[in-house]
């Protein structure tokens, strides 16, 4: 025979005639059994701790505390549970600084660096770009901080006004796979539109499929400022997103190729031969401009070498 409590009851009497086998299924804050038996107890799932009450041993007592109690899984609440999309806000770092190290945190646990250098970065976010948003839940203790789900950040792109660059966009570990990274793209795309920007560009490595589906599309190269001020001209900023020139030949080598040779005095060598005519089975030269790029292949690599994917949409 099994019983099962499914109540809270404070005192239960087996029939010294049965020898059951008792599971504890929900809280049980006492339970104390007849002197004339010796039941096999059987706790499930498991219970952190069992003892003996010392003025009778007959009586069992559970201790310390139901609160310790590992229940059913079927019955047993999350501990943290997920945020609930209806309630998430998208707001800038600078507008919550008490959040900064939490923000700091959750970027490190992705891409590990120096979390003063992390700090720093992220005390640089202004209404003036780069602007540094995240993703937050309300915190289910009343009171207590809300809780940063994501993070990303907005800087202007040179030469493209109504443009902005997305850098370092990043959920939660732990809440990932559940729709907030999607929320995270379409509340900084509202915010991006609502302050007059009309295109954002990106790049990824491995997400390109997940950004695809959100509409974002492969595009070109684009440079972000990391400052913005009005008093600095656009010719200076351009100057320094330019590559640089191939390097011209020395004056002394110029010279030297157009220095006109001397003549030998020995007979003079008649004109070389002209060269063959090119066979006609001999392909084409290549086209000139850069190769296509897909979702597979890019053609943009970057300062480690390795592949990437610029994208961009139109908002």
């Not at 010796?38 to 069992?50: D, F, G, K, N, W």
């Not at 901080?145 to 202007?156: D, F, N, T, Y």
């Not at 695809?212 to 599309?217: C, F, K, M, P, T």
């Not at 060269?275 to 897909?294: C, E, H, I």
Request: some cysteine; glycine content about 6%; hydrophobic content about 35%.
């Amino acid at each position: 025979m099994e019983v099962i409590l499914s109540t809270s009851p404070a005192k239960l009497t087996l029939d010294p005639a049965c020898q059951p086998e008792l599971t504890l299924r929900f809280n049980l804050t006492k339970l104390t059994l007849d002197p004339a038996l010796q039941p096999e107890l059987s706790l499930s799932p498991r219970i952190a701790e069992l003892t003996l009450d010392s003025t009778c041993h007959p009586e069992m007592t559970l201790s310390p505390g139901p609160a310790e109690f590992t229940l059913d899984p079927e019955h047993q609440a999350e501990e943290t549970p997920a945020p609930n999309p209806a309630e998430l806000t998208l707001e800038p770092v600078h507008c919550r600084p008490e959040l900064l190290g939490a923000c700091a945190d959750l970027i490190n646990d992705q891409w590990p660096r120096s979390r003063a250098s992390r700090l720093h970065s992220l005390g640089q976010s202004s209404d003036a770009f780069p602007l540094c948003l995240m993703l937050l839940s309300p915190h289910p203790t009343p009171g207590a901080s809300p809780i940063v789900v994501g993070h990303a950040r907005l800087s202007r792109v040179l030469d493209q006004p109504h443009s902005l660059l997305v850098e370092t966009v990043v959920v939660a570990r732990a809440l990932r796979g559940r729709g907030f990274g999607r929320r995270l793209m379409e509340g900084l795309e509202a915010f991006a539109q609502a302050r007059g920007f009309r295109r954002l560009h990106l790049t990824t490595h491995d997400q390109l499929y997940f950004y695809a589906h959100l509409g974002y599309h492969l595009g070109e190269p684009v440079q972000g400022l990391v400052f913005s001020n009005r008093r600095l001209p656009n010719t200076l900023l351009r100057s320094f997103s330019k590559t640089r020139s191939p390097q011209q030949p020395c004056k002394g080598s110029v010279l030297a190729a157009q220095a006109v040779p001397r003549r030998s005095k020995g007979p003079q060598l008649p004109p070389p031969p002209p060269p063959l005519p090119q066979s006609l089975t001999t392909s084409p030269p290549p086209s000139p401009g850069p190769p296509p790029q897909s979702l597979l292949e890019t053609r943009h690599r970057d300062l480690k070498g390795c592949p990437i994917f610029w994208m961009e949409k139109d908002i």
